[in-house]
């Protein structure tokens, strides 16, 4: 199992935000992409997920390029943006089944409830998300990961954006399982939080760095 960045060009204008990027994950590997803002973490993590278009280079999943094996990446693949991508219109739960339907794992209301249980809303997840607040809105985004365990590539933008410390805690715990398992991890963060996994690794764009083996 494995994943792979070839030679990844990103353009904004006229201008490169990165350009030849290569690296490659393995099961139980954890990727921190780090850099300012503007730098193109976002725009990676898009790309790495088939999202965007890589200006040139190509990613690969199990050696097959991702455009090319849509079906079998779209089902290993689980990814929360930065956005929480909530609606205010919708209940958690509902938001919660909403998200796991359009990625491919469709959740029952009892799934949504005892995952929303599992990161502390328990007791919100009836409400209207707009009477969240924002770092409950972000639990209900990432409450996904309690029903992801099948997927092996978690890409995750920010995702301890706006939690107190119980909650980063949790989910610490909760990327730390998922790695042990033999899981693979690509996120973002802009918090000084290590994750205590044997082969994490850090791809800082402000210096175009290369962590792993190039194509």
């Not at 094996?69 to 209940?91: I, Q, S």
């Not at 890409?155 to 909760?174: K, Y």
Request: some cysteine; overall charge positive.
């Amino acid at each position: 199992m494995s994943l792979q960045a070839c030679q990844l060009t990103c353009m904004r204008g006229r201008r490169s935000l990165f350009h030849g990027l290569d690296f490659a994950l393995e099961a139980g590997d954890a990727l921190r992409v780090a850099g300012a803002n503007g730098s193109g973490k976002s725009s990676l993590l898009r790309m790495l997920c088939g999202l965007a278009v890589p200006a040139t280079g190509l990613v690969r999943w199990h050696g097959r390029d991702i455009r090319r094996a849509r079906e079998a990446f779209g089902a290993a693949l689980l990814y929360v943006g930065h956005a929480n991508g909530v609606k205010d219109d919708l209940l958690a739960w509902e938001n919660l089944v909403v998200a796991c339907t359009l990625g491919g794992r469709p959740a029952s209301r009892a799934q949504a409830c005892a995952a929303l249980g599992a990161v502390g809303l328990a007791d919100q997840a009836h409400l209207p998300t707009l009477v969240l607040s924002q770092g409950q809105r972000k639990r209900v985004a990432l409450a996904r990961l309690q029903l992801g365990q099948a997927a092996p590539l978690w890409i995750l933008d920010e995702p301890f954006a706006a939690l107190d410390v119980a909650a980063i805690s949790a989910l610490t715990a909760t990327l730390t399982r998922h790695l042990a398992g033999g899981g693979m991890l690509v996120y973002t963060t802009h918090q000084q939080i290590a994750l205590p996994a044997p082969r994490a690794r850090k791809l800082d764009l402000d210096l175009d760095l290369n962590p792993a083996t190039p194509c």
